[in-house]
């Protein structure tokens, strides 16, 4: 449920005016009730990014001039909603997140925010936009089949889902020490969902499931030619059922044929999806996509890519980046020789994994084509 003010002029405009008024109440005002589709990405930009950044502090003396003309007065969560949703409700940019919740320490712990709790938009004695908690409101009995309590993710669940199938990044050291398949039941050659495995290398104190992956070769930084560390396509996952020289397991899921000499890594773990939110680096970024789940060249929303930049390049959970698509060369008809295009603003993403040198994140929007090798900058101010 999602509920409007109703009125003419603009909610921006409104806030701005009790800014000036103290004695009015942004929240008493009659809203209509709609429903929403989701909410829009930012206006597609064909201008070279400017210099400037998102300030330090992430914050901004006039929040009221985030906030959008639809906003509503009052939200009640549902099933289905993510942190992103609800921030691209309010806000024309999600890193402002923080600055309108009223409880900053729960927006480290979005899984608080629950199906059926309702947010209400206020002001506060600075005359600035506040979001607050206004209560809870019961679900419908149909809704109710879905456990309720469950905490809404940062990002839509299907999208790690698709995450856990796609090429992971690990050490040549880890490869090359982790556990692989010698052979299939009934001399199989390739293996599949509920197919018999035999295993080396597991250790007994070790877990029982595993992912299955395929080494792919080396992952490089586009810019430098770096190798950042080795690709390793899932293939499946197993369990094991009896330890030994050679272990016996069973292939649980399928992703794609399984063979000899695939490598057994720990399950990747879906809690990535808790305790983060969307804001932007503290200093300036850049990097670069240098791939994308499954090998697509044209990349949209809701796709994981991988990016140059890590852990020690000040990458966080929760950041969010600007995309450009990368200016193509073209001939100059008149100088001869050939001239590079300005890059074009396409889209943003928000990085959920973060490792030593390269990082995960999901495409929340894309506003044209998003490419392999296209540029990622800190938001601009």
């Known amino acids: 449920m999602r509920e409007y003010n109703g009125l003419n002029t603009t909610l921006g405009a409104v806030v701005r005016a009790l800014a000036l008024a103290a004695g009015l109440a942004l ?60 921030a691209g409700y309010y806000l024309r940019d999600p890193w402002y ?60 669940r299907e999208a790690i889902r698709a995450f856990l199938t796609s090429p992971r990044l690990v050490t040549e050291a ?54 950042l560390g080795q690709r390793a396509i899932p293939t499946g996952e197993l369990q094991i059922r009896r330890f030994g020289d050679i272990s016996t397991a069973v292939m649980t899921r399928s992703y794609r044929e399984a063979r000899p000499g695939n490598r057994l890594l720990p399950v ?18 850049t990097g670069r996509i240098m791939s994308v789940q499954d090998g697509l060249s044209a990349i949209g929303q809701y796709q994981v890519v991988t990016l140059n930049r890590g852990r020690r390049d000040g990458i966080e959970r929760g950041h969010v980046l600007d995309i450009y698509a990368a200016g193509r060369e073209v001939a ?11 890059e074009r603003h396409a889209g943003q993403l928000m990085v959920f994994k973060v490792d030593a040198r390269v990082s995960f994140a999901l495409i929340m929007n894309a506003t044209r084509a998003i490419h392999v090798e296209d540029v990622v900058r800190s938001p601009a101010a």
Not at 270 to 283: I, W
Request: charged share 25%.
């Open 27 to 86: 929240a008493g005002c009659a809203g209509q009730p709609t429903s929403p589709a989701g909410p829009p990405g930012p206006a597609p930009r064909d201008e070279a990014p400017p210099r400037a950044v998102a300030p330090p502090d992430l914050e901004t003396a006039d929040l009221s001039a985030q906030i959008r003309d639809d906003a509503p007065l009052r939200y009640v969560v549902k099933p289905g909603d993510t942190l992103w949703d609800i």
């Open 97 to 156: 997140w923080p600055q309108l919740w009223n409880d900053n320490p729960d927006i480290d712990n979005p899984h608080r925010i629950r199906p059926g709790d309702v947010l209400v938009l206020s002001r506060a004695g600075d005359g600035q936009p506040r979001l607050d908690r206004g209560g809870r409101e019961r679900l419908s009995p149909r809704i109710r089949e879905a456990p309720v309590e469950r905490a809404i993710p940062t990002i839509p």
């Open 174 to 227: 880890e490869l090359a020490e982790a556990p692989y398949i010698v052979s299939f039941g009934d001399e199989h050659l390739i293996g599949g969902e509920g197919s018999l495995v035999y295993v080396r290398g597991a250790p007994a104190d070790g877990p029982a499931e595993y992912s299955v992956v395929h080494p792919a070769g080396d992952y490089r930084d586009p810019a430098t030619d770096e190798i």
């Open 268 to 285: 990747a773990s879906t809690s990535m999806l808790r305790d983060f939110h969307p804001h932007a680096p503290a200093d300036p970024v």
């Open 332 to 342: 100059d008809p008149i100088a001869g020789g050939r001239v590079e295009l300005p």
